[in-house]
């Protein structure tokens, strides 16, 4: 029996669209609430330092109105683990954060600073927060994972994607070889499995046939499609390629 691949419909890019014009809609949480009646398993938002899309309005009544889990993107910083141990969204993935930015550039490195996200780890499942770590698929980020004592690795897609973008036939092998090489060492480790970053519906297929996978997280692509199909049809469509 094949297994089901769970998916997690981030949806910042809908507070981006509120936020160009410093108004009140479309709503993320309104989309959140779509995205959950479409059959995903998790609303993921990424509240940044200097929330750009999403902010604590959105996360607390997300939290609050939705059925399915709540996955938190966020910097390992003072104020944004003391929002979440405020708030208790079901998971926490921790992300490297930059300022500048247009989205999530590489994976966190763990290995270069297991102190101070060994005690984030630490702080956030004392609270009941389930932790993951957004890093790169590589052998020591990802045994730097299980040494800090982290639940779950979601391994950074964007290197795989952007081959596929620019139809780099040997790169896309050699990206795919690697993320299957990361999975298992993951799997090996304790650790759960996820992926996400730059996955759409052309190229997901590869990404969610890899058998430790448990989870894909993905935003952009399915709210870019939401604006020509709406958003119950984008989240179903994607359901279905990921585990067909």
Not at 29 to 54: F, K, N, P, S
Not at 102 to 122: N, R, S
């Amino acid at each position: 029996m094949r297994k089901r691949i769970r998916l997690g419909v981030n949806i910042d890019h809908v507070a981006t669209v509120r936020n160009a014009r410093r108004t009140f809609e479309p709503d993320p949480v309104h989309a959140a609430v779509i995205a959950d009646l479409a059959g995903a398993d998790q609303i993921t938002l990424h509240v940044r330092e200097d929330r750009r899309h999403v902010n604590e309005r959105d996360l607390k009544l997300i939290k609050e109105v939705i059925h399915s889990r709540v996955n938190l993107e966020m910097a390992a910083t003072e104020e944004m683990v003391s929002l979440a141990i405020q708030v208790k969204p079901h998971q926490v993935t921790l992300v490297p954060e930059k300022r500048e930015e247009i989205t999530t550039e590489g994976g966190l490195d763990v290995a270069g600073q297991k102190e101070k996200i060994e005690e984030t780890v630490k702080r956030l499942k004392s609270a009941g927060i389930v932790v993951n770590l957004f890093i790169d698929p590589d052998e020591e980020q990802i045994r730097a994972a299980k040494e800090v004592n982290a639940d779950a690795v979601e391994l950074h897609t964007g290197r795989y994607a952007e081959a596929f973008n620019e139809k780099k036939e040997k790169e896309i092998k050699e990206e795919i070889e690697r993320l299957k090489r990361a999975a298992k060492l993951g799997k090996e480790l304790g650790l759960k499995v996820y992926a996400g970053h730059g996955l759409t519906y052309k190229n997901v297929k590869p990404i969610a046939d890899i058998p430790e996978i448990e989870e894909l997280n993905i935003g952009h692509s399915i709210v870019a499609n939401a604006v020509l199909k709406g958003l119950k049809e984008a989240v179903q469509e994607m359901i279905r390629i990921i585990n067909s």
